[in-house]
């Protein structure tokens, strides 16, 4: 049986032949470009053991110094970036609900304030947090300044995510929701919000991404996170290309685990729904057959009379 694609031409031999030289060709100077640029590390010592093993050789006496250092640092990230999680969360989601139910003459408000957050690079909320909240009598830890940087970035992407779940949703959940007697407070917590949450799951998920990665700009006020304490490391080992690539892993590592832990959670999601549907349609099945059945119960005792 042939099948045809509707989004674009199946290729032919000759097409086919031609993709395969080309992919090819390409391979090849992949390779020759990572032969290059591993013969120019190997003439500058970049493979040299004493470069590696105080990072990956547990045997090496400056080991336990560094991975305390790296352990240390990488706790103090991820305390960041979970704390900026909570509050962009729970601020994102007041923001999208004050912007959705907000009557018109404070709406400009609320979305001007969220535009405007928008427009500012991540990096200036950091370092204005930094610098404006002390003069004002707000003496805080570091980590603070830079939890109050990205909550005030993230938060608004946040809104805009959440209040774009809302707007995808069918006006018929609304106008069901307020059939039944809710009020706009009750509607927007039992039925509107969860939707949108689990409709927006992927993009909520990338932007937490987003938010751990950030964390790295709290070197510009003298956080102790993973990547300040790598330029400590690397000057003091003089290896930048092995510390950096540590932690470039490490970042990697962290960031696939939160997104598996989103596909796990959408795919639980998803089964709850279906074993939601499967209970109601059971259930419907069940009250018609017991209607049906006292039916013809009903009709076989007219018959008789």
Known sequence: MSTTSVLYDVPGPRAKRRV??????AGLAVLAALALVGMR????????PE???PLFDPTDEQFPLVWER????????????ALAMVFSLVIGTLLAVTRVTAARWYRWAVVGLIEFLRGVPVVIAIFFAARVLPTLGADMDPLWYLVI????????????????GINSLPRGQKEAA???????????????????FRAMLPALISQLVVVLKDTSLGFIISYEELVRVAGQIKEVLSNPIQT?????????????ALSRLAVYTERRLSQGKKTARNDDGEAAMLTATAVGGAGTGAGAAGGGG
């Not at 395969?20 to 060709?25: A, D, G, T």
């Open 178 to 196: 307020d059939s039944l007697g809710l009020t706009r407070g009750q509607v927007l917590r039992l039925v509107l919000l969860p939707q949108a």
């Open 149 to 164: 940087g990205l909550t005030l970035y993230n938060s608004v992407v946040i809104a805009e995510i959440v209040r774009a």
């Open 20 to 25: 395969l030289v080309l992919s090819v060709i």
């Open 51 to 53: 470069k590696w093993a």
């Open 244 to 256: 950096y690539l540590l932690i470039a892993i490490i970042f990697i590592v962290v960031n696939y």
């Open 70 to 81: 790296i352990g240390t640092a990488l706790g103090a990230t991820l305390t960041a970036a």
């Open 41 to 48: 590390l190997n003439d500058q010592d970049q493979f040299a």
